[in-house]
Nanobody, 131 residues
């Protein structure tokens, strides 16, 4: 199974930016889906964004174009650029991966919404946004 390690979380004032990273190791492939999820205190986990190996993306509609998911296939790193952060973005952010996956049809929408689950997850990184 692939191992995932998130990093670059932290504390920022409202309106600021952060760029999260997720490094993949162990069993990886060139045909994958990866995603970012978050869980705020007292709330259930929610999908943020999905990307597959070819660059097809799926975003949660609550983001209002503030976040951008991207990948570096050569370095096996997933990124989440977060701009214009709000206190409501405060959460633990998790990286997830499926090493046999692609965003065909509605599959990545199903991953985003949790209709199907990723098999591999990272440990999470805390993001705190102050007002």
């Amino acid at each position: 199974q692939v191992q995932l390690v998130e990093s670059r979380g932290g504390s920022v004032q409202a309106g600021g930016s952060l760029r999260l990273s997720c490094a993949a190791s162990g069993y990886t492939s060139g045909v994958y889906c990866m995603g970012w999820f978050r869980q705020a205190a007292g709330k259930e986990r929610e999908g943020v964004a999905i990307i597959d190996f070819s660059g097809v993306t799926e975003y949660a509609n609550f983001l209002k174009a503030r976040f951008t998911i991207s990948h570096d296939n050569a370095r096996k790193i997933l990124y989440l650029q977060m701009d214009n952060l709000e206190p409501a973005d405060t959460a633990i952010y998790y990286c997830a991966a499926d090493m046999a996956c692609g965003c065909s049809g509605d599959y990545c929408y199903r991953l985003l919404t949790g209709a199907v689950d990723f098999p591999s997850w990272g440990q999470g990184t805390q993001v705190t946004v102050s007002s």
